[in-house]
């Protein structure tokens, strides 16, 4: 599995863990930044990240600020895109499950470096279960190809 990852300045420091989680996993990986505390826009890194994941370049995304909050908010602008913000591990299951999430957010502020680790674990290595999900899923797509609210 492909996975691209990016943070902005507040979450430097968990994309380095998760970094070493995915050498662990033997995945496959780029990061793009940012790489030092100086403060930056989250949505500078939400969006090559979705649009990479959008376009197939890579399988999965993992973005990291703060609270995972402005990262999600952003990534899901980008149509194909359905990240999930999670602080446990049942949500990060549930969040591949049953809505085949494909990027990740997660808040350095929020989740310990073990527990992101354990939570980042469930979400990689957890398969989509498809059938009413699916119908539930193609909702969501059919909802960004009405451009009418
Ligand atoms: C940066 O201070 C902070 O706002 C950002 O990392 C993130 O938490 C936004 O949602």
Known sequence: MRI????DHGGTRLK???KGLLA???MEFEDIGCTSDQSVDYPDYAEPVAKRVAKGE???GILICGTGIGMSIAANKV???RCAVVSDEYSARMSREHNNANVLALGERVVGGD???SIAQAWLTTEFAGDRHLRRVNKIAELERAEEL
């Open 4 to 7: 691209i990852l990016a943070s």
């Open 16 to 18: 380095e863990e998760l």
């Open 24 to 26: 662990d996993l033997h």
């Open 58 to 60: 890579f399988d999965r």
């Open 79 to 81: 149509k194909g895109i």
């Open 115 to 117: 527990l992101a680790k």
